[in-house]
Structure formats: C-alpha cells, structure tokens
C-alpha cells in the first residue's frame, strides 16, 4: 500500500486533534455542572434556582450542542475508510465515539429541553406541586447525558491513543540545508 499523501496526514491529524478537542469539552463542561452546578441548584432557593437554571441553559444551547455537533461529525468522518484503510479497529471505536455522543444529544433533546421549557415558565409564574419531581427527572436525564459524553471521549482517546497499532511510516523529506529532514509521526 502506498504511503498516504501529506495532505491527508495533515487532515486526519487535524480532525483527529479537533474531534478530541470537542469531546473533551463536552464531557467536560457536562461533568462540571454534574459535579458543581446541579448540588448548587439544590443549595438555593427556588426561586433563584430557576432563574439561574433558564439563563444558563439560554447559554449552554450554543456552546453544549456546538461541541456536541462537532464531536459527532468528527467522530464520525473517522469512520471514513480514506481516514485509515489500515485502521479499522480505530474507525470502528471513532463510530462507536459518534453513537455515543447522538446518544448525548437525543437524551439532551428529548430529556433535558423538555424539561427545560418548563422550567422557563415556572421562571415567570409558579411551580407546580410535584416541581420536585421533574427537576430529579431532569437531573437523572442530565447523569444520564454526562456518562455517554464521558463514554464518547473514553473510547475516543483509547481509540487515537493507542501504541499497539503500528506506527506510520512517512517518507524523508530535504530540508533547507540540503540535508533530509525525517517527519514526525502525527
């Protein structure tokens, strides 16, 4: 097999950088409010609670489905067989990375934004008798949402981190001085 053209190496080096990039933020910025936001929901009033809730899921819309979409596309595009012909146990944990963060997705859309909704009107009038309730509904959903992303960068790293894969093997390349200059494996 001939050796893959520089400009390939450089893309998929790219889109293997960005896509982890991506997932580590998302897990990340999932796992924070987990861990720090959702026990100081619990710490406040109400009141405040729900005003703090709707502004910053206001603010978590752009930046939290950002990093989801990339990261799923990335993942995805990894999957690709011009990616790596010779690396199929990668692009089939790159495709698993990708479920995994749909799976983030779907559970946001149809678990958390729903929920979301409701929140934002109890905001402005009063919440209903079992508000308990839908807010641990929500906080399970949200656990829920955090260990698939958490999973999606688990597999992900494994997957383009891994050393017992062979080593690509790039051709030398004349530096300035006339000399060769061997390239760095990406």
């Not at 595009?77 to 690396?87: C, E, K, Q, V, W």
């Not at 983030?104 to 934002?120: E, M, S």
């Not at 062979?166 to 300035?176: L, N």
């Amino acid at each position: 097999m001939p050796p893959p053209s520089d400009h390939r190496v450089r893309l998929l080096s790219a889109v293997r950088r960005l896509t982890l990039l991506c997932t580590g933020l998302l897990a990340g910025a999932l796992c924070y409010g987990a861990a720090n936001l959702v026990p100081a929901f619990g710490a406040v009033p109400l009141e405040l609670r729900l005003d703090f809730h709707t502004e910053l899921m206001r603010m978590n819309g752009i930046t939290v489905q950002g990093a989801m979409a990339l990261s799923a596309v990335g993942s995805f595009a990894l999957t690709l067989p011009a990616f790596g012909p010779d690396r199929l146990r990668e692009r089939i944990l790159a495709g698993a990375a990708g479920l995994l963060t749909v799976a983030t997705f779907l559970i946001t859309r149809f678990g958390n934004v729903p929920i979301n909704a409701r929140i934002k009107k109890w905001a402005a009038t009063v919440p209903p008798e079992n508000h308990t309730d839908v807010l641990r509904r929500w906080e399970l959903f949200n656990l829920a949402r955090t260990a698939t992303a958490v999973a999606a960068l688990a597999v992900l790293v494994y997957a383009l981190t891994r050393t017992d894969r062979p080593v690509p093997r790039f051709p030398a390349r004349p530096d300035s001085s006339g000399g060769e200059n061997v390239r760095p494996t990406p």
